[in-house]
């Protein structure tokens, strides 16, 4: 029952897609529209590129700005470090630093949530097991705050339509792109492009209708989703989500911006980029612009 309702969704999107000219020329050449949109919702390259960030070595430097509602800056951080690893073992090392004196209360300790977030997903404090292929890395005993919310950001930013998104339920399904109940919000566009002028590519969009009503536009959490694969391997090569929402007691507008690429056959993001404002229970709101540059990886198996 479950394979006919995932099957009837990608039928139902196929139906739907829009093609540039030359998208329809690659069509009448054997370009297959059914088995692009398979791709796109089974792709592990992006997924498997943040996976290298933690498992080779390489050199990092990061920007984190965060401002209050009004935008006016309340603390800014600039990292430069590296990442070591040794026997599947990582540590996080900050060569350099600065701060505005804002960021840290008396205590040293973060006044706010953003940085403490960014953290725990890039700049973990303690050594952590690390692994190429399993996901023995992302699991654990027990789950904290910043644990679940990381499994959140995984199912934004990794799976957004996945079959275990559609079939999770509760807030969730707002994310399941391609889910047969969210197909009627969205615009599904296929087209050609060339990726730093160097890379041809193929262009995926799911983008929010531009006619929604208000209450309409209420069920739609992902705004924008575009993904560039790399024509030659089907790597997501580039990706980026915007990401609104507004109802009772949380408020989020965020834009991610991930551009990847290859330290010789690896896949790998090389600048991250995270630009929003969120606004939830029990915390100030915050708007926070960070950026995470990642280079001089060293490939060993």
């Known amino acids: 029952m479950l ?60 920007e984190l700005e965060v401002f209050n509602a009004k935008n006016k800056s309340i603390g800014f951080l600039a990292r430069d470090g590296h990442y070591e690893v040794k026997n599947n073992r990582l540590v996080v090392k900050v060569d350099s630093a600065y701060n505005d004196g804002k960021i840290y209360n008396r205590r040293g300790k973060y006044k ?9 997903i890039f700049f973990p404090e303690d050594t952590i097991t690390v692994s190429k292929y399993s996901s023995s890395d992302d699991e654990g005993e027990s789950e904290s705050t910043n644990d679940k919310n990381e499994k959140d950001a995984k199912v934004i930013v990794f799976n957004p339509g996945s079959v275990e998104v ?39 969009v799911c983008r929010m209708k531009t006619d929604l009503s208000e209450k309409e536009e209420k069920e739609v959490l992902i705004r924008e989703l575009v993904s560039y694969f790399d024509r030659n391997t089907f790597n997501v090569v580039y990706r980026k989500y915007v990401m609104q929402y507004n109802y009772w007691l949380i408020d989020l507008n965020v834009t991610v911006d991930v ?22 229970p029990f915390s100030k709101p915050e708007v926070a612009d960070f950026k995470l540059w990642n280079s001089d990886f060293i490939i060993r198996d």
């Open 112 to 120: 706010y949530y953003t940085p403490e977030f960014f953290d725990y």
């Open 3 to 62: 394979n006919g309702l995932v099957l009837s969704a990608q039928e139902s999107i196929v139906k739907s897609v829009m093609l540039d000219s030359v998208m329809v020329s690659a069509v009448s050449s054997g370009f297959s529209v059914e088995e692009f949109i398979h791709y796109v919702k089974t792709d592990t390259s992006f997924y498997q590129g943040f996976k290298n960030l933690r498992y080779y070595p390489h050199t990092y430097k990061s």
């Open 166 to 204: 559609e079939k999770s339920g509760s807030k969730k399904e707002k994310l399941a792109v391609f889910d047969v109940s969210m197909q009627k919000y969205y615009d599904y566009i296929i087209s050609q492009k060339t990726y730093k002028d160097t890379l041809n590519c193929y262009e995926f």
């Open 259 to 280: 551009e990847m690429d290859y330290a010789e056959d690896q896949i790998i993001p090389s600048f991250i980029h995270y630009k929003g404002y969120w606004d939830i």
